[in-house]
């Protein structure tokens, strides 16, 4: 889900909204949203945002089990499609989204705050690892691999997991896509593919259930509204919508007749 950055050790990291913005509507699925209805939704939600008629949104939720292919993914890294294959057009190669994972879609508007995609995919690092620093969990950047890593010791010197992975698209400068944090699932099904197109045996995927955290997805959801405000400024009170009924009225609200 993420795309290889050659430099990015510079990166100024915070993309605050010009003064007296509205705040940042924010949402959380209690309930597992098939693929292509939330790539619906966000196409919705994109267009209206760039239109002026809807606040920036950031919705948490999971996915059944599935695997996607962003615009640089090969075939060859889809060793075992065990999942159904969405193509998507993030940036980025192969990955896996299923239950245990908390997904992150983040529609922001980055006329309203800098016109500056690695500057956003940066500030989606540091908000992953001030997260993560709320469980003990040392995430770390890296500047010639998207996400947010874990130094593996136990493994061997130059281990390291991959916890997060990043992947983003841009559309009239208001971003889609966004995150998949590993909180605890069943990290086997990457072994169909290879992960963001990452082949060095050095690197893995983790999660926090792995490195012995307990962390629920709840858990994970409050630390990522706490350390949203300093880096992304204020968002609205959190809205949990069962996502099968509200999409079809959210896209018609949209102008949208195309029923899901």
Same mark, same amino acid.
């Not at 050790?9 to 509205?22: E, F, K, N, V, Y």
């Not at 809807?54 to 948490?60: D, G, R, S, T």
């Not at 999971?62 to 292919?69: D, V």
């Not at 061997?156 to 208001?174: C, L, M, P, S, Y």
């Given at each position: 889900? $993420? ?5 990015? /050790? $510079?990166?100024? *990291?915070g ?13 959380? +699925? ?9 790539l ?5 939600r ?7 008629e ?17 615009? +640089? ?22 990955? @896996?989204h ?6 992150? @879609? ?17 500030t ?9 620093a709320?469980f003990d969990?040392r /995430? ?14 136990d =493994?061997?010197?130059?281990?390291? $997991? =991959? ?7 841009v ?6 896509? %966004? ?17 963001? %197109?990452? !082949? $060095? ?5 983790? !999660?926090?259930?792995e490195?012995?955290c ?20 204020a968002?609205?009170?959190?809205? *949990?919508?069962?996502?099968? !009924? ?7 609200n949209?102008?949208?007749? =195309?029923?899901?």
């Amino acid at each position: 889900m $993420d795309q290889t950055a050659n430099t990015r /050790g $510079d990166m100024t *990291i915070g993309l605050l909204p010009a003064p007296r913005s509205a705040p940042v509507e924010w949402r959380i +699925s209690d309930e597992a949203v098939g693929y292509d209805h939330a790539l619906a939704f966000m196409a919705a939600r994109v267009a209206a945002i760039a239109g002026g008629e809807a606040p920036e949104l950031v919705w948490l939720l999971e996915h059944p089990a599935l695997y996607t292919a962003g615009t +640089s993914a090969q075939r060859q890294e889809l060793i075992e499609a065990r999942f159904p294959v969405h193509s998507v057009g993030r940036g980025g190669q192969f990955t @896996y989204h299923g239950p245990g994972q908390r997904v992150g @879609y983040v529609m922001l508007d980055l006329k309203r705050r800098a016109p500056d995609v690695r500057r956003f995919v940066a500030t989606l690092e540091e908000w992953i690892i001030r997260a993560l620093a709320r469980f003990d969990v040392r /995430g770390e950047r890296r500047g010639d691999r998207v996400g947010v890593w874990v130094r593996r010791p136990d =493994k061997g010197q130059g281990f390291e $997991d =991959k916890i997060a992975a990043i992947g983003v698209r841009v559309q009239r400068w208001v971003t889609l896509h %966004g995150f998949a944090l590993n909180v605890a699932p069943d990290l086997s099904h990457f072994a169909g593919i290879v992960p963001c %197109g990452v !082949s $060095d045996a050095r690197y893995g995927v983790t !999660s926090l259930a792995e490195l012995g955290c307990a962390a629920s997805l709840s858990d994970v959801d409050a630390a990522l509204r706490t350390e949203f405000s300093t880096l992304f400024g204020a968002s609205s009170v959190p809205l *949990i919508p069962k996502f099968a !009924s509200e999409v079809p009225q959210t896209l018609a609200n949209f102008g949208i007749g =195309k029923q899901i």
